[in-house]
Structures are given as C-alpha cells and as structure tokens.
C-alpha cells in the first residue's frame, strides 16, 4: 500500500497512520494542548497546529500513573507525561474519507488512577474488524490532575479548575465531532462507550450541558454512577491530599495556606502527584466506606448536578443508552483493590444511612453477611447494579434503553470463585481471549464459548453504533417489563431479574 493512502489531514495537520489484520489505524493524535507548566489544573485548549505530517503510528505517552498502585498501572518501559491528552483512530481496511462509518469512542476505566489507550490494545482492531465501525480511543488525564477537586488552593496567579478529566473527553468529542470524517467516520453517529471509571464518565457526560450534541448514543459497563459528589466533601479529600502530598515532597507546608499549597501542586513532579494520590485512595475505603476519592464533583458549572437527578428529571442528553453490569461484580474486589464495602466495619457505615427495617431486608438477599462471598456481591450490587438498574429505569422513561447483564464465566474463573466478575466481559467483546491473561483463564475450556459470546457482543454493540439499538432479539428495558438480556453460552431474556433485589435496594438506598 502507498504510504499516501495512510495519510489523513485534521484540522491541526496531517497525520501518517499504519495498517494491520485488516485494520489501519493512527495513534498519539493531540486533541488537545498538553496541559503543563500553566496549563496544569486548566481546562483543556486546542492543540497548536503543525507542519509536515505527523508520525502517527504509536500511542502517545501515558497519563501519570504508578505501575503497582492499587491497580495495575502502565508498565514500567512505558513512558509517562501531563502529555497524554492524545488518542487512537482504528478503522476497518475497507476505510474511505466518504465511508460514513458509525463511531464509538471508547473511555478506558482503571478508577480514574491508571489506564490509557495503550489498554485493551485489541479494543479498535476487534470491533473495526468484525463490525464496520470506527473506533475512537480517548487517554485524559487522571489522578490528582483530572479527578480531584482542588479548587480550594485556587489562586489568582495559579488557578485550578474542577472536573479536569471529564473537560479532558469532551475536549475529544469536539475534536471527533470536527475531523472524523476524515476517517470515514459520521459526526452524527457518534455512541460514547466506556467500562468502569470510563462508564461513570459515560454516564456523567451525558448530563453536561458542554458535551450536549456532541454524541447520538452511550453505552456504559459496569459503571458506578452514583460515584459522584458535592464540594463539600470533595474539599475534604483534597485537603487530605494536599497533607500527603507534603509529606512524601518532604515540604514544610501547611494544608490550611492556600499560596503554599498552590505552589507545592503547581511545583511537584507528576509522579509525586501520583504516589500522594495512591496513599490518599489507601485510605479511602475506611475513611469514607462506599466512596470513591477519585470522581467528578458536582461544581455546578461543568456538571450542574447529581447526574442520577439529571436523568430522573429528564435533563440528561436524551440519547439511546446501553447499560448493563457482570453477575459479580465484587469478586473482583480483593487484596490490594479491595475498595468496596466488603468488611464488617465498611458494611456496618452504609447500614447506618438506611433505617432498620431496610437493613432486615438487604441482610435477607445476602445470607451469611458479612463473610466473603455474601459481602463481595453486597459491596457489588452497592456500587455498580442498583445505581445502574436506577439509572437505566429513570433514562428510560425519555429515552431508549437496553440492559444487559453478563454471566459468563470460563471454568478456571468459577474454579477461583470470581464468576462473571468486573471487567470479565472485556475479554470476549474487544478479541482479547488470545492474550496472555486470556489463555490462562481459558486453559481449562470456555474459549470457544467466550468467543462466540464476542461475536454476538460486537454485533449487538455495533448494530446500536449504526442504529441505536442492538441487534434483533434485544428488547427495550422499561419500568414496566424491566426486559435484560443475560450474556451467557446461551442469551436469554429475563424479566425484571433479581425483583426482590431490586425491590430490597430500592427501599434501603434512598438517596439513589
């Protein structure tokens, strides 16, 4: 092929991407100036244009982040910048600028700590491939530089602005929105699909006025919506910060000094940045059982409000929306990343917002509360299914929306007691099973199952791409019917799953 035909031009230049298995691709696109020196705590601007083409045949450099945190960073070889603010184009070979092709644009999770487009590097080659669409891989900024709210030791000379990360991806909406189709991509079919962290940024986004527009649909794995929170107790955790921060700088600096302060998170290395942030989320799942330290605030200008409110009053973007969560979530959740409320002390503070009789009817979902296994379904159900089922039964009553849950599980999985866990889903729906981890996990059989899972997957999450809605067979979830296809060696729709769960939650988690 003539290196030519790989040549696109964006509004900042021309860049030169590569071909491989049936995809051609382009990496390490700046949508944005990279945000440092002044720039660090700022909302994100355009990149500078340049001459000649660009060299985009490798991913940029990765967002700040620790190899071995809490989850398992980029590795070490890999290098890190505050210029990360780059993303990927993955389209099928078959691509041309007139192609018109349906967009997803994928938000990578990783709890708003690690992660890049580097991740899942079989994301845009699966579904380009096998699903005639182009596939869109967005790296922001995480961290303390993306995800805390810091505005507290803003100054005049150093201001710092909040809800960086989520600024960050609507950054790249704008930016997909304005050169796409260059790609063979449509600017009117643009779905957003992100899994953990990334689905909670999905979901927020859709109540943005700022990313208003910019996306015809939203597609949201395991997402935590209910993971975001007010000033108040935003501002707590950075001043927890800013005293962590100064320690590991070995800096003489009171938290309560906002000049001090703002110098120290302006001065401090970026790695720096990120060891205070790890200690700060060390912590967390005891000090404040049931949250997350690193999450969007509701500010009242980027994100006006609760986004679980935006969507029961009908004010986020009325957009289709596929939604769904794995069997078991919180099996994952053990060891280094156990972050939920799974110990007796954790469960015992989110009883406590909720009146006894509630508490007598949750116990009865989850018998045997507090041991291990009853408690990791109880902390998964807590943060991830019920704030999705609420989200998906408030959207619904505006717009279209498709629930799933997935079920599958390979025999080594349930062999460990992980079953169809968080993340699981990754592996069949983006061709990963011939990795490293995949084989492992599939050595004792279930890859020929997971496969044809994944293919089913790609068809129903490209058909909702091109049409909003997936393929036939899949019906609208409502309040009425509650229909959820279940991902397994065989789909299945069921009607309202899991009702004396969900009738459970609904009583004993007012505030969702």
């Not at 070889?77 to 990360?84: A, F, L, Q, T, Y």
């Not at 002390?345 to 909720?354: E, H, K, L, N, P």
């Amino acid at each position: 092929m003539d290196a030519g035909e790989l040549v696109v031009s964006v509004e900042s230049g021309h860049v030169c991407g590569g071909r491989s298995r049936g995809v051609r691709y382009w990496r390490g696109i700046p949508y944005a100036a990279p945000p440092t020196g002044e720039r660090r705590f700022r909302a994100p601007v355009p990149p500078k244009p340049w001459s000649g083409v660009r060299d985009a045949r490798e991913s940029g450099p990765v967002a700040p982040q620790l190899h071995r945190g809490q989850f398992h960073g980029a590795p070490r070889r890999v290098p890190r910048s505050e210029d990360c603010l780059r993303l990927d184009v993955t389209t099928p070979d078959t691509y041309s600028p007139s192609s018109r092709l349906p967009v997803l644009v994928w938000v990578h999770g990783g709890g708003f700590s690690v992660g890049s487009t580097r991740e899942y590097g079989g994301v845009g080659r699966a579904l380009a491939a096998s699903g005639d669409v182009v596939v869109v891989s967005v790296g922001y900024r995480l961290g303390a530089l993306g995800w805390l709210d810091l505005r507290a030791y803003s100054t005049p000379e150093r201001p710092i602005e909040a809800n960086l990360g989520l600024q960050d991806l609507v950054a790249a909406l704008r930016w997909v929105r304005a050169n796409i189709a260059a790609f063979g991509g449509d600017p009117d079919r643009v779905t957003l699909i992100g899994e953990s962290a990334g689905a909670a940024a999905v979901t927020a986004l859709l109540t943005m006025p700022s990313a208003h527009g910019l996306v015809a649909g939203a597609i949201a794995q395991s997402a935590p919506p209910n993971a975001v929170y007010p000033p108040d107790v935003t501002a707590a955790w950075a001043h927890e910060f800013v005293g962590l921060l100064g320690e590991i700088a070995d800096a003489d600096v009171e938290s309560e000094s906002t000049g001090e302060a703002a110098d120290l998170l302006h001065d401090s290395d970026a790695m720096l940045l990120a060891r205070a942030t790890l200690a700060l989320t060390l912590r967390a799942p005891d000090a404040y059982p049931g949250a997350t330290c690193l999450a969007p605030v509701i500010d009242g200008d980027v994100l006006p409000e609760r986004p679980l409110d935006a969507y029961r009053d009908g004010r986020a973007a009325r957009v289709p929306l596929l939604i769904g969560t794995n069997d078991r979530e919180g099996a994952l959740f053990e060891g280094r990343i156990d972050i939920l409320p799974t110990t007796k002390r954790r469960i015992r503070a989110v009883f406590a917002a909720t009146r006894k009789r509630s508490r007598r009817a949750i116990k009865a979902q989850y018998p045997g509360l507090p041991e291990r296994r009853p408690a990791a379904d109880f902390a998964g159900d807590f943060t991830f299914w019920y704030p999705s089922v609420k989200l998906a039964e408030r959207h619904s009553r505006y717009a279209p929306v498709f629930m799933y849950r997935f079920d599958a599980a390979p025999r080594i999985v349930k062999m460990l007691g992980l079953d169809a866990t968080h993340g699981l889903e990754l592996f069949p729906l983006f061709g990963l099973l011939g990795s490293r981890r995949g084989l492992a996990m599939t050595a004792l059989g279930g890859r020929r199952m997971l496969e044809r899972l994944g293919r089913r997957m790609r068809a129903h999450w490209s058909g909702f791409a091109a049409r909003g809605r997936p393929d036939e067979g899949w019906p609208a979830y409502d309040e009425d019917t509650r229909a959820t296809l279940v991902f397994d060696a065989v789909d299945r729709v069921e009607l309202d799953p899991r009702a004396e769960r969900r009738r459970a939650w609904q009583e004993f988690v007012p505030h969702v």
